[in-house]
């Protein structure tokens, strides 16, 4: 099947695909934001995936049916975070719950990171972050670096120097890397069977259970427990957040 093929399989359920870049951003490959509250229309799709694509992505929110998903990191998944938020499920008496959700559509991104969808019978939350912890020192150390590189380009030194030392002087728990987020109204996602050009890696998305058409319905009060319980893994420490520079999300 094609990349417009696969797009049609979603578009026919009432989602809103788009394709994207074949550049390793992961971003669409069009103004996807006209689209926000009006999916494209069959010929529409037809013109913008009639250049060969590698992949393609699903617009979240109200005009896919209030789509959302649970992304869990690729690091959350190297450090058990499923297996966690598994039992934290099962000890609120929500097992069902998690079941369906996962059951009804997960894939696996290229980082290794997972996706779980489904669509609300309500409104669509904003992309949220559920649940992050403190950078370790390698990853602090990666932030640094790549934070001086930019304040290189500042050119009154005065504001480099300043900037410089605020930079150095950044401690673990003042970076924050997510481990548990979502995708929902003006959020935007890569599915399966993207690859190649797609991602940096040139590794797939693949779909571990189900397919689009068994993504689950749930109600808002359920969207709202699946944040609860994410949130119980947070491991943000109490800390002023205008202080707090944000790492940026390994994403899928």
């Known amino acids: 099947m094609s990349m417009l093929e696969h797009a049609l399989t979603w578009w026919n359920l009432g989602y809103a695909p788009l394709p994207i870049r074949p550049n390793g951003t992961k971003a669409p490959a069009c103004r996807w934001r006209d689209f926000l509250e ?11 995936f009639a250049v060969d694509h590698d992949g393609y992505g699903i617009i979240t929110g109200a005009t896919s049916g209030h789509l959302e998903l649970i992304e869990l990191e690729g690091r959350a998944v190297r450090e058990g975070v499923f297996e966690h938020l598994t039992e934290a499920f099962a000890d609120n008496g ?5 079941g369906r959700v996962i059951g009804g559509y997960l894939e696996a991104t290229p980082s290794g990171g997972l996706h779980a969808y489904y669509r609300v019978n309500g409104t669509a939350r904003p992309n949220t972050k559920l ?10 150390d990666a932030w640094k670096q790549a934070e001086l ?7 009154e030194r ?9 930079i150095n002087d950044t401690q673990p728990d003042d970076v924050l890397q997510v481990l ?10 890569v599915v399966a069977p993207s690859g190649g050009r797609s991602h940096p890696t040139g ?6 259970t189900g397919t689009p058409a ?11 427990a699946l944040y609860t319980i994410c949130g119980l893994l947070d491991q943000t420490p109490e800390h002023p957040a205008d202080q707090r520079p944000a790492a940026p999300s390994q994403g899928a």
């Open 94 to 98: 929500l097992s069902d719950l998690w």
């Open 180 to 189: 548990i987020e979502t995708r929902g109204e003006g959020g935007f996602t």
């Open 131 to 140: 649940a992050r912890r403190p950078s370790t020192p390698d990853e602090l």
């Open 214 to 224: 068994t993504i689950p319905t749930i109600s808002a009060d359920d969207r709202d």
């Open 158 to 166: 005065q504001l480099r120097d300043k900037r410089v030392q605020r």
């Open 38 to 48: 009006t999916r494209p229309t069959k010929d529409e799709l037809g013109i913008l």
């Open 203 to 208: 590794l797939p998305w693949t779909a571990i």
């Open 149 to 155: 590189t930019k304040a290189d380009q500042i050119p």
